[in-house]
Protein backbone atom coordinates (compact mmCIF):
# COMPACT_ATOMS: atom_id res chain seq x y z
CA UNK A 1 0.00 0.00 0.00
CA UNK A 2 2.63 2.21 0.95
CA UNK A 3 4.30 1.82 -2.21
CA UNK A 4 1.23 2.43 -4.49
CA UNK A 5 1.49 5.42 -2.97
CA UNK A 6 4.84 6.27 -3.17
CA UNK A 7 3.96 5.77 -6.68
CA UNK A 8 1.20 8.00 -7.36
CA UNK A 9 3.05 10.89 -5.64
CA UNK A 10 6.00 10.38 -8.12
CA UNK A 11 3.44 10.66 -11.06
CA UNK A 12 2.39 13.50 -10.28
CA UNK A 13 5.05 15.55 -9.19
CA UNK A 14 6.24 14.47 -12.71
CA UNK A 15 3.24 15.94 -14.09
CA UNK A 16 3.68 19.24 -12.61
CA UNK A 17 7.34 19.27 -13.96
CA UNK A 18 6.67 19.14 -16.83
CA UNK A 19 4.12 21.56 -17.14
CA UNK A 20 6.31 23.80 -15.50
CA UNK A 21 9.55 22.86 -18.07
CA UNK A 22 6.88 23.78 -20.70
CA UNK A 23 6.40 27.31 -19.80
CA UNK A 24 10.41 27.86 -19.06
CA UNK A 25 11.31 26.27 -22.11
CA UNK A 26 8.81 28.93 -24.35
CA UNK A 27 10.38 31.32 -22.43
CA UNK A 28 13.93 30.98 -23.53
CA UNK A 29 13.23 30.05 -26.93
CA UNK A 30 11.67 34.00 -27.23
CA UNK A 31 14.78 35.50 -25.68
CA UNK A 32 17.01 33.00 -27.89
CA UNK A 33 15.14 34.69 -31.17
CA UNK A 34 15.66 38.24 -29.65
CA UNK A 35 19.46 37.70 -29.04
CA UNK A 36 19.91 35.66 -32.62
CA UNK A 37 18.31 39.22 -34.36
CA UNK A 38 20.49 41.30 -32.40
CA UNK A 39 23.74 38.85 -33.54
CA UNK A 40 22.40 39.10 -37.04
CA UNK A 41 21.90 42.72 -37.20
CA UNK A 42 25.67 43.44 -35.90
CA UNK A 43 26.49 40.44 -38.71
CA UNK A 44 25.50 42.26 -40.88
CA UNK A 45 26.59 45.49 -39.80
CA UNK A 46 30.22 44.08 -39.58
CA UNK A 47 30.05 42.93 -42.95
CA UNK A 48 28.65 45.92 -44.40
CA UNK A 49 32.00 47.77 -42.79
CA UNK A 50 34.30 45.16 -43.97
CA UNK A 51 33.12 45.13 -47.52
CA UNK A 52 33.29 49.23 -47.43
CA UNK A 53 36.72 48.68 -46.19
CA UNK A 54 37.70 45.93 -48.68
CA UNK A 55 36.37 48.20 -51.09
CA UNK A 56 38.15 51.31 -50.05
CA UNK A 57 41.42 49.64 -49.80
CA UNK A 58 41.28 48.26 -53.41
CA UNK A 59 40.55 51.49 -54.87
CA UNK A 60 43.75 52.85 -52.61
CA UNK A 61 45.70 49.77 -54.73
CA UNK A 62 44.16 50.70 -57.41
CA UNK A 63 45.37 54.29 -57.83
CA UNK A 64 48.64 53.48 -56.13
CA UNK A 65 49.48 50.91 -59.37
CA UNK A 66 47.71 53.54 -61.50
CA UNK A 67 49.65 55.75 -60.32
CA UNK A 68 53.18 54.09 -60.28
CA UNK A 69 51.91 53.03 -63.93
CA UNK A 70 51.53 56.72 -65.22
CA UNK A 71 55.22 57.14 -63.49
CA UNK A 72 56.95 54.45 -65.57
CA UNK A 73 55.30 55.38 -68.46
CA UNK A 74 56.27 59.13 -68.04
CA UNK A 75 60.01 57.86 -67.20
CA UNK A 76 59.45 56.18 -70.41
CA UNK A 77 58.81 58.61 -72.34
CA UNK A 78 61.13 61.23 -71.09
CA UNK A 79 63.62 58.20 -71.80
CA UNK A 80 62.81 58.10 -75.36
CA UNK A 81 62.14 62.09 -75.22
CA UNK A 82 66.25 61.92 -74.58
CA UNK A 83 67.10 59.19 -77.21
CA UNK A 84 65.47 60.91 -79.93
CA UNK A 85 67.56 64.47 -79.13
CA UNK A 86 70.55 62.22 -79.28
CA UNK A 87 69.97 60.53 -82.30
CA UNK A 88 68.24 64.01 -83.67
CA UNK A 89 71.79 65.58 -82.59
CA UNK A 90 73.84 62.90 -84.26
CA UNK A 91 71.82 63.48 -87.13
CA UNK A 92 72.50 66.96 -87.37
CA UNK A 93 76.17 66.37 -86.65
CA UNK A 94 76.56 63.95 -89.46
CA UNK A 95 74.38 65.88 -91.37
CA UNK A 96 77.18 69.04 -90.84
CA UNK A 97 80.09 66.68 -91.64
CA UNK A 98 78.77 65.54 -94.87
CA UNK A 99 77.90 68.77 -95.75
CA UNK A 100 81.67 69.32 -94.90
CA UNK A 101 82.85 66.61 -96.95
CA UNK A 102 80.55 67.95 -99.93
CA UNK A 103 82.20 71.12 -99.65
CA UNK A 104 85.63 69.92 -100.19
CA UNK A 105 85.50 67.34 -102.76
CA UNK A 106 83.44 70.74 -105.22
CA UNK A 107 86.23 72.22 -103.79
CA UNK A 108 89.22 69.44 -104.88
CA UNK A 109 87.10 68.92 -108.06
CA UNK A 110 87.29 72.78 -108.76
CA UNK A 111 91.38 72.58 -108.17
CA UNK A 112 91.27 69.33 -110.28
CA UNK A 113 90.12 70.93 -113.04
CA UNK A 114 91.99 74.30 -113.01
CA UNK A 115 94.84 71.88 -112.78
CA UNK A 116 93.36 69.54 -115.71
CA UNK A 117 93.00 73.04 -117.78
CA UNK A 118 96.55 74.57 -116.82
CA UNK A 119 98.31 71.14 -117.81
CA UNK A 120 96.20 71.13 -121.18
CA UNK A 121 97.88 75.01 -121.33
CA UNK A 122 101.25 73.52 -120.99
CA UNK A 123 101.14 70.68 -123.12
CA UNK A 124 100.07 73.14 -126.09
CA UNK A 125 102.77 75.02 -125.73
CA UNK A 126 105.05 71.66 -125.02
CA UNK A 127 104.32 70.85 -128.28
CA UNK A 128 105.23 73.97 -129.88
CA UNK A 129 108.16 74.16 -128.53
CA UNK A 130 108.46 70.58 -130.39
CA UNK A 131 107.72 71.90 -133.02
CA UNK A 132 110.05 74.52 -133.48
CA UNK A 133 113.00 71.93 -131.69
CA UNK A 134 112.24 69.71 -134.55
CA UNK A 135 112.24 72.28 -137.32
CA UNK A 136 115.68 73.62 -135.67
CA UNK A 137 117.12 70.09 -135.22
CA UNK A 138 116.18 69.30 -139.55
CA UNK A 139 117.98 73.00 -140.07
CA UNK A 140 120.96 71.82 -137.83
CA UNK A 141 121.47 68.41 -139.77
CA UNK A 142 120.87 69.79 -143.02
CA UNK A 143 123.91 72.14 -142.55
CA UNK A 144 126.04 69.86 -140.44
CA UNK A 145 125.76 67.77 -143.63
CA UNK A 146 126.77 70.32 -145.65
CA UNK A 147 129.88 71.28 -143.41
CA UNK A 148 130.88 67.54 -142.99
CA UNK A 149 130.03 65.95 -146.70
CA UNK A 150 128.68 63.37 -144.91
CA UNK A 151 124.72 61.61 -144.53
CA UNK A 152 122.98 60.91 -141.96
CA UNK A 153 123.60 57.16 -142.70
CA UNK A 154 127.05 57.68 -142.71
CA UNK A 155 127.52 59.52 -139.70
CA UNK A 156 125.80 56.60 -138.02
CA UNK A 157 127.43 53.98 -139.38
CA UNK A 158 130.91 55.63 -138.28
CA UNK A 159 129.41 56.48 -134.60
CA UNK A 160 128.36 52.83 -134.54
CA UNK A 161 132.08 51.00 -135.64
CA UNK A 162 133.74 53.47 -133.23
CA UNK A 163 131.51 52.50 -130.33
CA UNK A 164 132.28 49.07 -131.25
CA UNK A 165 136.10 49.00 -131.39
CA UNK A 166 135.81 50.35 -128.01
CA UNK A 167 133.47 48.24 -126.67
CA UNK A 168 135.97 45.20 -127.98
CA UNK A 169 138.53 46.68 -126.56
CA UNK A 170 137.12 47.28 -123.29
CA UNK A 171 135.98 43.60 -123.01
CA UNK A 172 139.56 42.54 -124.06
CA UNK A 173 140.85 44.32 -121.38
CA UNK A 174 137.83 43.01 -118.63
CA UNK A 175 138.48 39.39 -120.03
CA UNK A 176 142.09 39.57 -119.72
CA UNK A 177 142.13 41.19 -115.93
CA UNK A 178 139.48 38.46 -114.92
CA UNK A 179 141.58 35.46 -116.58
CA UNK A 180 144.60 36.93 -114.41
CA UNK A 181 142.43 36.77 -111.47
CA UNK A 182 141.45 33.46 -112.29
CA UNK A 183 144.89 32.00 -112.73
CA UNK A 184 146.22 33.87 -109.40
CA UNK A 185 142.90 32.15 -107.56
CA UNK A 186 143.05 28.95 -109.56
CA UNK A 187 144.56 26.76 -106.56
CA UNK A 188 142.74 28.22 -103.49
CA UNK A 189 139.69 27.83 -106.31
CA UNK A 190 140.82 24.60 -107.47
CA UNK A 191 140.75 23.13 -103.12
CA UNK A 192 137.40 24.62 -102.71
CA UNK A 193 135.95 22.81 -105.61
CA UNK A 194 137.33 19.38 -104.52
CA UNK A 195 136.12 20.04 -100.72
CA UNK A 196 132.93 20.54 -102.18
CA UNK A 197 132.45 17.78 -104.04
CA UNK A 198 133.60 15.66 -101.49
CA UNK A 199 131.28 16.96 -99.43
CA UNK A 200 128.49 16.53 -101.64
CA UNK A 201 129.76 13.16 -102.36
CA UNK A 202 130.20 11.99 -99.08
CA UNK A 203 128.50 9.71 -96.83
CA UNK A 204 128.05 9.36 -93.36
CA UNK A 205 128.80 5.86 -93.03
CA UNK A 206 126.63 2.62 -91.75
CA UNK A 207 128.86 1.88 -88.42
CA UNK A 208 128.54 -0.89 -86.32
CA UNK A 209 129.58 0.00 -83.23
CA UNK A 210 125.74 1.32 -81.66
CA UNK A 211 125.60 -2.06 -80.29
CA UNK A 212 128.04 -3.88 -77.32
CA UNK A 213 127.41 -7.52 -76.16
CA UNK A 214 127.86 -8.81 -73.17
CA UNK A 215 128.98 -12.63 -72.57
CA UNK A 216 127.19 -14.44 -70.16
CA UNK A 217 128.82 -18.05 -68.75
CA UNK A 218 125.36 -19.62 -69.33
CA UNK A 219 122.12 -19.20 -70.76
CA UNK A 220 120.89 -19.69 -67.26
CA UNK A 221 121.52 -15.76 -66.00
CA UNK A 222 119.32 -14.39 -68.73
CA UNK A 223 116.02 -15.21 -66.68
CA UNK A 224 117.62 -13.63 -63.51
CA UNK A 225 118.72 -11.01 -65.25
CA UNK A 226 115.49 -10.47 -67.02
CA UNK A 227 113.73 -10.89 -63.07
CA UNK A 228 110.26 -11.63 -62.23
CA UNK A 229 107.57 -9.91 -65.36
CA UNK A 230 110.56 -7.98 -66.61
CA UNK A 231 111.54 -6.09 -63.41
CA UNK A 232 115.00 -6.53 -63.71
CA UNK A 233 115.52 -5.39 -67.19
CA UNK A 234 113.36 -2.76 -67.25
CA UNK A 235 115.32 -1.18 -64.09
CA UNK A 236 118.27 -1.79 -66.09
CA UNK A 237 117.29 0.25 -69.38
CA UNK A 238 115.72 2.85 -67.15
CA UNK A 239 119.11 3.17 -65.19
CA UNK A 240 121.27 2.89 -67.88
CA UNK A 241 119.37 4.78 -70.88
CA UNK A 242 120.08 1.45 -72.64
CA UNK A 243 118.19 -1.12 -74.45
CA UNK A 244 118.78 -4.86 -73.74
CA UNK A 245 118.26 -7.63 -75.99
CA UNK A 246 117.97 -10.89 -74.96
CA UNK A 247 117.53 -13.32 -77.98
CA UNK A 248 118.19 -16.61 -78.76
CA UNK A 249 122.04 -15.54 -79.36
CA UNK A 250 123.62 -18.28 -77.03
CA UNK A 251 125.54 -17.10 -73.67
CA UNK A 252 125.45 -13.40 -74.80
CA UNK A 253 122.62 -10.21 -74.04
CA UNK A 254 123.01 -7.40 -76.58
CA UNK A 255 123.29 -3.72 -75.19
CA UNK A 256 122.09 -1.60 -77.49
CA UNK A 257 122.12 2.60 -77.47
CA UNK A 258 123.92 5.37 -79.51
CA UNK A 259 126.06 6.67 -76.54
CA UNK A 260 128.96 4.69 -76.47
CA UNK A 261 129.31 5.69 -72.43
CA UNK A 262 126.13 4.96 -71.67
CA UNK A 263 126.52 0.91 -73.23
CA UNK A 264 129.81 1.05 -71.17
CA UNK A 265 128.09 1.98 -68.00
CA UNK A 266 125.40 -0.92 -69.09
CA UNK A 267 128.13 -3.37 -69.93
CA UNK A 268 130.17 -3.09 -66.73
CA UNK A 269 127.11 -2.96 -64.39
CA UNK A 270 125.38 -6.19 -65.69
CA UNK A 271 129.66 -7.22 -64.83
CA UNK A 272 129.35 -6.51 -61.05
CA UNK A 273 125.54 -8.06 -61.01
CA UNK A 274 126.08 -11.29 -62.53
CA UNK A 275 129.21 -11.83 -60.28
CA UNK A 276 127.51 -10.48 -57.79
CA UNK A 277 124.64 -12.62 -57.89
CA UNK A 278 122.06 -10.12 -56.05
CA UNK A 279 120.26 -8.78 -59.05
CA UNK A 280 117.03 -6.45 -57.89
CA UNK A 281 115.86 -3.26 -59.01
CA UNK A 282 117.17 -1.82 -55.46
CA UNK A 283 120.62 -3.04 -56.45
CA UNK A 284 120.51 -2.19 -59.75
CA UNK A 285 119.94 1.67 -58.98
CA UNK A 286 122.88 1.35 -56.42
CA UNK A 287 125.18 -0.30 -58.88
CA UNK A 288 125.03 2.13 -61.33
CA UNK A 289 125.43 4.71 -59.95
CA UNK A 290 129.05 3.53 -58.61
CA UNK A 291 129.90 2.60 -62.47
CA UNK A 292 129.00 5.92 -63.18
CA UNK A 293 131.08 7.50 -60.95
CA UNK A 294 133.73 4.97 -61.31
CA UNK A 295 133.78 5.21 -65.14
CA UNK A 296 134.28 9.23 -65.32
CA UNK A 297 137.06 8.76 -62.88
CA UNK A 298 138.16 6.10 -65.75
CA UNK A 299 137.90 8.87 -68.40
CA UNK A 300 139.38 11.38 -66.18
CA UNK A 301 142.01 9.06 -66.01
CA UNK A 302 142.89 8.37 -69.31
CA UNK A 303 142.45 11.82 -70.30
CA UNK A 304 145.38 12.62 -68.14
CA UNK A 305 147.42 9.75 -69.28
CA UNK A 306 146.53 10.78 -73.10
CA UNK A 307 147.86 14.60 -72.61
CA UNK A 308 151.15 13.04 -70.21
CA UNK A 309 152.14 10.85 -73.10
CA UNK A 310 151.83 13.87 -75.58
CA UNK A 311 154.02 15.73 -73.36
CA UNK A 312 150.72 18.61 -73.15
CA UNK A 313 151.06 20.90 -70.19
CA UNK A 314 148.51 23.29 -68.96
CA UNK A 315 145.26 22.05 -70.58
CA UNK A 316 142.41 22.92 -68.47
CA UNK A 317 140.72 20.01 -66.22
CA UNK A 318 137.52 19.85 -68.03
CA UNK A 319 139.23 20.02 -71.58
CA UNK A 320 140.80 17.10 -69.88
CA UNK A 321 137.76 15.10 -69.67
CA UNK A 322 136.79 16.05 -72.64
CA UNK A 323 139.85 14.03 -74.44
CA UNK A 324 139.14 10.94 -71.94
CA UNK A 325 135.25 10.52 -73.36
CA UNK A 326 137.40 10.44 -77.19
CA UNK A 327 137.90 7.20 -75.93
CA UNK A 328 134.86 6.25 -76.46
CA UNK A 329 133.36 8.26 -79.67
CA UNK A 330 134.19 6.68 -83.26
CA UNK A 331 134.01 8.46 -86.46
CA UNK A 332 133.35 7.09 -89.38
CA UNK A 333 134.70 3.86 -87.66
CA UNK A 334 137.84 5.14 -86.37
CA UNK A 335 138.38 5.53 -82.34
CA UNK A 336 138.10 9.63 -81.73
CA UNK A 337 140.92 9.45 -79.26
CA UNK A 338 142.94 7.51 -81.48
CA UNK A 339 142.33 9.75 -84.53
CA UNK A 340 143.46 12.47 -82.65
CA UNK A 341 146.52 11.52 -81.06
CA UNK A 342 147.82 10.11 -84.54
CA UNK A 343 146.53 14.04 -85.82
CA UNK A 344 148.63 15.08 -83.10
CA UNK A 345 151.73 13.60 -83.56
CA UNK A 346 151.59 13.90 -87.34
CA UNK A 347 150.84 17.81 -86.43
CA UNK A 348 154.33 18.17 -84.60
CA UNK A 349 156.16 16.65 -87.15
CA UNK A 350 154.62 18.90 -89.99
CA UNK A 351 155.08 21.62 -87.60
CA UNK A 352 158.65 20.91 -87.06
CA UNK A 353 159.61 20.53 -90.78
CA UNK A 354 158.35 23.99 -91.48
CA UNK A 355 159.96 25.62 -88.43
CA UNK A 356 156.78 26.08 -86.65
CA UNK A 357 155.80 24.91 -82.61
CA UNK A 358 155.93 21.61 -82.37
CA UNK A 359 153.82 21.69 -79.24
CA UNK A 360 151.45 24.34 -80.14
CA UNK A 361 150.33 22.19 -83.43
CA UNK A 362 150.25 18.68 -80.90
CA UNK A 363 147.69 20.84 -78.81
CA UNK A 364 145.53 21.66 -81.33
CA UNK A 365 146.24 18.67 -83.19
CA UNK A 366 144.61 17.16 -79.96
CA UNK A 367 142.19 19.26 -79.53
CA UNK A 368 140.63 19.51 -83.16
CA UNK A 369 137.32 17.13 -82.56
CA UNK A 370 136.86 18.06 -78.98
CA UNK A 371 133.19 19.53 -80.37
CA UNK A 372 132.16 15.90 -80.65
CA UNK A 373 132.23 14.75 -77.04
CA UNK A 374 130.31 17.42 -75.19
CA UNK A 375 127.71 16.02 -73.42
CA UNK A 376 124.52 18.91 -74.22
CA UNK A 377 123.02 19.24 -77.59
CA UNK A 378 124.16 21.81 -79.91
CA UNK A 379 123.32 23.15 -83.09
CA UNK A 380 126.66 23.66 -83.85
CA UNK A 381 129.19 21.53 -86.22
CA UNK A 382 131.63 20.17 -83.97
CA UNK A 383 134.39 22.42 -85.49
CA UNK A 384 132.83 25.11 -84.40
CA UNK A 385 131.60 24.20 -81.09
CA UNK A 386 135.20 22.65 -80.26
CA UNK A 387 136.57 26.37 -80.69
CA UNK A 388 133.83 27.92 -78.87
CA UNK A 389 135.35 25.07 -75.61
CA UNK A 390 138.69 26.06 -76.53
CA UNK A 391 137.97 29.57 -76.23
CA UNK A 392 136.08 29.09 -72.93
CA UNK A 393 138.91 27.26 -71.38
CA UNK A 394 141.65 29.68 -72.11
CA UNK A 395 143.58 28.16 -74.93
CA UNK A 396 145.76 29.62 -77.20
CA UNK A 397 144.02 31.86 -80.04
CA UNK A 398 146.20 29.42 -82.61
CA UNK A 399 144.35 26.40 -81.44
CA UNK A 400 141.03 28.07 -81.30
CA UNK A 401 141.49 29.47 -84.99
CA UNK A 402 143.17 25.98 -86.21
CA UNK A 403 139.89 23.91 -84.14
CA UNK A 404 137.38 26.07 -85.68
CA UNK A 405 139.07 26.56 -89.47
CA UNK A 406 139.61 22.47 -89.62
CA UNK A 407 136.79 21.95 -91.86
CA UNK A 408 136.92 25.64 -93.40
CA UNK A 409 134.14 26.76 -91.93
CA UNK A 410 135.99 30.09 -90.78
CA UNK A 411 139.16 32.11 -91.85
CA UNK A 412 142.42 30.22 -91.14
CA UNK A 413 144.65 33.18 -89.41
CA UNK A 414 147.61 30.94 -88.20
CA UNK A 415 150.11 29.00 -89.70
CA UNK A 416 149.19 26.18 -87.86
CA UNK A 417 145.56 25.70 -89.16
CA UNK A 418 146.25 24.79 -92.66
CA UNK A 419 148.87 22.23 -90.89
CA UNK A 420 145.47 20.45 -88.93
CA UNK A 421 143.46 19.83 -91.77
CA UNK A 422 146.33 18.36 -93.44
CA UNK A 423 146.70 16.00 -90.67
CA UNK A 424 143.27 15.45 -90.05
CA UNK A 425 142.93 14.53 -94.32
CA UNK A 426 145.77 11.96 -93.52
CA UNK A 427 144.74 10.35 -90.62
CA UNK A 428 141.48 9.48 -91.74
CA UNK A 429 142.82 9.13 -95.33
CA UNK A 430 144.97 6.55 -93.91
CA UNK A 431 144.43 2.18 -95.35
CA UNK A 432 142.47 0.52 -92.79
CA UNK A 433 141.32 3.85 -90.29
CA UNK A 434 138.04 4.00 -91.66
CA UNK A 435 135.94 0.74 -91.93
CA UNK A 436 131.89 0.11 -93.35
CA UNK A 437 130.80 -3.35 -93.10
CA UNK A 438 130.05 -2.96 -97.13
CA UNK A 439 127.54 -6.34 -97.08
CA UNK A 440 124.97 -4.40 -94.97
CA UNK A 441 125.41 -0.93 -96.76
CA UNK A 442 124.85 -3.19 -100.41
CA UNK A 443 122.03 -4.80 -98.96
CA UNK A 444 120.50 -1.39 -97.60
CA UNK A 445 121.38 0.64 -100.95
CA UNK A 446 119.38 -2.77 -103.36
CA UNK A 447 116.44 -3.03 -100.83
CA UNK A 448 115.89 1.24 -101.73
CA UNK A 449 116.27 0.89 -105.32
CA UNK A 450 113.47 -2.28 -105.00
CA UNK A 451 111.04 -0.64 -103.25
CA UNK A 452 111.19 2.32 -105.73
CA UNK A 453 111.07 -0.27 -108.34
CA UNK A 454 108.16 -1.85 -107.09
CA UNK A 455 105.64 1.25 -108.05
CA UNK A 456 103.90 1.36 -111.59
CA UNK A 457 105.39 3.72 -114.01
CA UNK A 458 109.15 3.80 -112.55
CA UNK A 459 111.54 3.44 -115.15
CA UNK A 460 115.01 3.36 -112.90
CA UNK A 461 115.81 4.01 -109.44
CA UNK A 462 119.04 5.28 -108.16
CA UNK A 463 120.29 5.07 -104.78
CA UNK A 464 123.07 7.84 -104.62
CA UNK A 465 125.07 9.78 -101.79
CA UNK A 466 125.39 6.31 -100.05
CA UNK A 467 121.51 5.46 -99.69
CA UNK A 468 121.36 8.90 -98.23
CA UNK A 469 119.34 10.04 -101.23
CA UNK A 470 116.98 7.88 -103.81
CA UNK A 471 116.43 9.52 -107.27
CA UNK A 472 112.97 7.70 -109.21
CA UNK A 473 112.60 8.24 -112.77
CA UNK A 474 109.13 7.82 -113.73
CA UNK A 475 107.53 7.58 -117.35
CA UNK A 476 106.55 10.89 -118.07
CA UNK A 477 102.90 9.38 -120.29
CA UNK A 478 102.10 7.24 -117.73
CA UNK A 479 102.44 9.70 -114.55
CA UNK A 480 101.97 13.27 -114.15
CA UNK A 481 102.96 15.80 -112.03
CA UNK A 482 100.63 15.39 -109.38
CA UNK A 483 100.69 11.86 -109.65
CA UNK A 484 104.93 12.41 -109.15
CA UNK A 485 104.34 14.10 -105.51
CA UNK A 486 102.18 11.51 -103.99
CA UNK A 487 104.44 8.86 -105.25
CA UNK A 488 107.45 10.36 -103.68
CA UNK A 489 105.32 10.82 -100.16
CA UNK A 490 104.43 6.64 -101.03
CA UNK A 491 107.88 5.81 -101.45
CA UNK A 492 109.14 7.58 -98.36
CA UNK A 493 106.28 6.44 -96.26
CA UNK A 494 107.08 2.67 -97.13
CA UNK A 495 111.09 3.13 -96.57
CA UNK A 496 110.41 4.46 -93.39
CA UNK A 497 108.28 1.69 -91.78
CA UNK A 498 110.07 -1.18 -93.70
CA UNK A 499 113.62 -0.35 -93.55
CA UNK A 500 116.38 0.53 -90.77
CA UNK A 501 118.68 3.23 -91.64
CA UNK A 502 120.66 5.99 -89.92
CA UNK A 503 119.93 9.43 -90.44
CA UNK A 504 117.03 10.76 -93.03
CA UNK A 505 116.48 9.06 -96.51
CA UNK A 506 115.52 11.92 -99.13
CA UNK A 507 113.58 10.71 -101.84
CA UNK A 508 113.36 12.74 -105.59
CA UNK A 509 110.94 11.79 -108.55
CA UNK A 510 112.09 13.29 -111.57
CA UNK A 511 109.65 13.49 -114.37
CA UNK A 512 110.42 14.87 -117.38
CA UNK A 513 109.32 14.62 -121.16
CA UNK A 514 112.21 14.33 -124.16
CA UNK A 515 111.31 15.16 -127.67
CA UNK A 516 114.12 13.46 -130.21
CA UNK A 517 114.46 14.07 -133.45
CA UNK A 518 117.38 13.56 -135.93
CA UNK A 519 118.59 15.45 -138.65
CA UNK A 520 119.74 14.16 -141.56
Given amino acids: MTSIILAIIAVASGIGGFIFGKKSISSDVARIEEDSKRESKKIIENAKREADNIQKNKAIEIKEELLKKTSEFENSTRDRETRLIQKEAEFKNRQNQLNQKIETTTRKEKELENTKNQYVQQNEVLERKQLELDKQYETFQSELEKISEMTKEDAKKQLMESVRVKAESEALRQSKHIFDEAISKANKDAKKIVIQTIQRTASEYAIENTVSVFNLESDDLKGQIIGREGRNIRAIEA ?4 ELVVDDTPEAIIISGYDPIRREVARLSLQRLVADGRIHPARIEEVVVKTQKQLEEHIVEIGERTVLDLNIQGMHPELIRYVGRMRFRSSYGQNLLMHSREVANLCATMAAELGISPK ?10 IGKVPDEESELSHALLGMKL ?20 IEMKFMISPIIQACDSISGARPG ?3 EVMESYMKRITELEQIASSYKGVEKAYAIQAGRELRVIVESDKIGD ?12 KIQNDMTYPG ?11 AINVAK
Avoid at 239 to 242: D, S, V
Wanted: hydrophobic share 35%; proline share 2%; with cysteine.
Fill in 239 to 242: ATGC
Fill in 360 to 369: LAKRAGLLHD
Fill in 482 to 493: KESEELSFEIAQ
Fill in 504 to 514: QIKVTVIREKR
Fill in 433 to 435: ARR
Fill in 390 to 409: CEKYGENPAVINAVGAHHDE
